[in-house]
């Protein structure tokens, strides 16, 4: 079955390092979405992708980065990690290009910086 | 009910009862809608979407219902039951393919 996944689940770094959060989707969709999901907030948007080497930046972005090389992956990168940005972190994608599409999520990323 | 940037309500059913989650959206420009259910430590769930030319739609269970002039979204969870149990939330598109969130509401459905 087709499916969106994450890695690692769980992730604990110390401030100033860089940090990859991985998301792979095998349904070939076009979109691909990065949230952070935080108390208080509903999902905001840090960076999307409309398709390859297509990449903007959402409501959040800053701190963050994205590249997409293929239709399957969009990494999400954190350049030097900072405390405000523990939380819990969801990738989702989509089918249609300009089309209003239901976003189908990931199981999550849990990242804890110290 | 719910707001998109409030910060979460709850409710408690008793199993077998009907369940009516609110969310209440800002933008009358909006005219795309869906509901996710979340459980703990798992992602969003699609439950059911809705396009502003409708004000109800039905799925297996659930319906949701659309007031434009209020700007109001309902979801209705018919003989709730325990696996229901989670945190429900509304999504509103505005443009292309990007939604704003509500923060949920979260369903404790009592044996």
């Known amino acids: 079955d087709a499916e969106i996944t994450q890695s690692p689940r769980h992730k604990i770094t110390e401030t100033g390092r860089q940090v990859t959060l991985a998301c792979h989707q095998t349904?070939?969709?076009?979109?691909m979405f990065w949230y952070r999901q935080d108390l208080g907030h509903g999902l905001r948007l840090i960076h999307y992708s409309y398709g390859v080497h297509d990449t903007n930046k959402g409501e959040v972005s800053d701190g963050y980065s994205v590249s997409r090389s293929n239709t399957e992956d969009l990494p999400l990168t954190l350049e030097s990690a900072a405390s405000s940005q523990t939380s819990v972190y969801f990738c989702?994608?989509?089918?249609?290009?300009?089309?209003?599409?239901?976003?189908?999520f990931g199981p999550g990323t849990r990242l804890t910086v110290l | 009910g719910e707001s998109v940037g409030l910060h979460l309500p709850t409710l408690s059913v008793q199993e077998g009862d009907n369940s009516i989650i609110n969310c209440a959206y800002s933008?009358?420009?909006?005219?795309?809608f869906i509901w996710y259910k979340q459980e703990s430590g798992k992602g969003p769930q699609f439950i059911i979407d809705?396009?502003?030319?409708?004000d109800k739609r039905q799925g297996q269970r659930v319906t949701v219902l659309l007031n434009k002039t209020v700007k109001h979204l309902s979801l209705q969870i018919a003989a709730t039951q325990p696996g229901d149990s989670a945190v429900y939330f509304c999504?509103?598109?505005?443009?292309?393919?990007?939604?704003?969130f509500g923060t949920g509401t979260s369903l404790t459905v009592i044996p």
């Open positions: 999504a509103e598109n505005i443009e292309g393919n990007q939604f704003y």
């Open positions: 989702a994608s989509s089918e249609l290009l300009a089309g209003k599409d239901t976003q189908y």
């Open positions: 933008n009358s420009a909006s005219d795309y």
């Open positions: 349904w070939n969709h076009n979109n």
């Open positions: 809705i396009r502003s030319n409708m």
